[in-house]
């Protein structure tokens, strides 16, 4: 096995999803609300994944545009959960060492006043490791 | 009747209004709601997963406080709310999340999901009824008001089972109860942009833009939402254009309380 199948098996482990039952309707994609600041989009994820395509998502940094709003999930009519074979993706980029999308320095500037402190952990628990 | 709350620490510091209010409501509504012994933060946003271990713990501390008194669990913030009713679910059907969580934490008695987990909206309609908060309602709000869900309260539906995830009513049946006419924006469960405001701010200011423009068009004079973040972004992003308030102070203010 290469290390490329390695990590799609991985991620298909870890996600619990299953790319296979996918039928290419494109409704994940459709009900996604951040799908036009993506590279590739959410039927995108499964399909790659699905053909061993795995490294083009690894390159492209689609995977930190997910919002993790579960429209996908809810409105697959095949129950694929596109969000949770992002997430894994997501997670097998940021598990790589000084892969962190967020880093610590930049939040200073990036805060105001009125930002909740639910912000900054969510996107620390999404973005770093 | 006493519950176990959960506040989270977001209620702690910049959304303190509802925190405080929906304990005081809870209080003229004849509950009790006692804090969860030192809880901890629950990190946000749930890690979907199934080998995040550590990213679940702090959730089942609160879970397990809970089941050792023998109360269910009341959550009030959307993000608080998602991330522990899904690790519960875990705990209750994942095999493998469960043994690594238990052997990893070594409790007295091993946790399983028993805890019931309820958001305070379903506190309002499942335990106190929204009849009983209509009698109760001394200064009914008289105004049109867009109820904003987000994704967090009502996804997976198939976990968070509070509604139905497509066309909620939970939201627009409360605004009646207390008095106001509910609006109804087909935004309401779009995610507002969430988490981005932090890597991509150009995602919250079309998806906010939007959700407070509907909600405009179709004649609200206020939105409400029981998440700060969504709060947060609709604020920020939206313009002057509405008042954005938490579900708790409109509640306060209709039972006299604010
Ligand atoms: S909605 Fe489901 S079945 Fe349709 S393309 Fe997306 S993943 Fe495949
Ligand atoms: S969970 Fe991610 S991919 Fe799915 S609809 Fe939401 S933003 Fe798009």
Redesign the interface.
Same mark, same amino acid.
């Given at each position: 096995m290469t290390d490329l199948q390695k990590q799609i098996e991985n991620i298909k $482990? %870890?996600?619990?999803a299953n790319p296979e039952k996918c039928m290419r309707c494109g409704k994940c994609t459709a009900a996604c609300?951040?799908y036009s =600041?993506m590279e590739y989009h959410p039927h995108q994820f499964v399909y790659f994944i699905e053909n061993g395509q795995l490294d083009r998502l690894l390159k492209s940094d689609s995977a930190? $545009?997910c919002?993790?709003?579960? +429209?996908c999930? =809810?409105r697959c009519p095949r129950d694929v959960k596109p969000? !949770?074979l992002i997430? +894994?993706v997501r997670?097998t980029l940021i598990r790589r060492k000084d892969s962190n @999308?967020?880093k610590p320095d930049e %939040?200073p500037q !990036?805060i105001d006043e009125?930002?909740?402190?639910? +912000? %900054?952990?969510? +996107?620390f $628990? !999404? @973005?770093t490791k | 009747m006493k519950y176990s709350y959960y506040p989270g620490c977001t209620l702690k510091t910049k959304a303190k209004d509802l925190d405080l209010y929906a304990r005081k409501c809870a209080e003229a509504l004849g509950a009790e709601l006692e804090e969860v012994d030192e809880w901890q933060c629950c990190g946000g946003v749930y890690t979907t997963a199934q080998d995040e271990i550590a990213t679940k713990l702090s959730s089942v501390r609160a879970l397990t406080c809970a089941r050792d008194r023998g109360q269910a669990l009341v959550t009030v913030c959307s993000a608080c709310h998602n991330v522990i009713k899904r690790v519960n679910n875990d705990m209750a059907e994942s095999e493998y999340v469960r043994t690594r969580v238990n052997n990893y934490m070594q409790p007295e008695n091993p946790y399983k999901g028993e805890t019931k987990v309820i958001h305070y909206l379903e506190f309002l309609r499942d335990e106190v009824g929204f009849d009983n908060i209509k009698k109760a309602v001394v200064n009914p709000v008289k105004r049109r008001i867009a109820a904003y869900y987000g994704c967090l309260l009502l996804r997976p539906g198939s976990v968070m089972a509070m509604d139905n995830p497509e066309n909620p009513k939970i939201l627009e049946n409360f605004i009646t109860a207390i008095g106001g006419t509910p609006v109804v924006s087909p935004y309401r469960n779009e995610c507002c942009g969430a988490y981005l405001t932090l890597t991509d701010s150009a995602a919250p200011e079309k998806r906010s833009g939007l959700i407070v423009d509907s909600c405009e068009k179709k004649g609200a004079e206020m939105i409400i939402t029981a998440c700060p973040l969504c709060l947060y972004n609709l604020k920020k992003n939206g313009g002057d254009k509405l008042p954005i308030v938490y579900f708790t102070e409109i509640l306060a203010e209709a039972l006299g309380i604010k």
């Open positions: $482990r %870890i996600s619990g609300p951040n =600041e930190f $545009r919002m993790t709003c579960f +429209a999930v =809810e969000a !949770k997430e +894994a997670l @999308y967020l %939040i !990036k009125d930002l909740p402190q639910q +912000a %900054i952990v969510s +996107a $628990r !999404k @973005y | -």
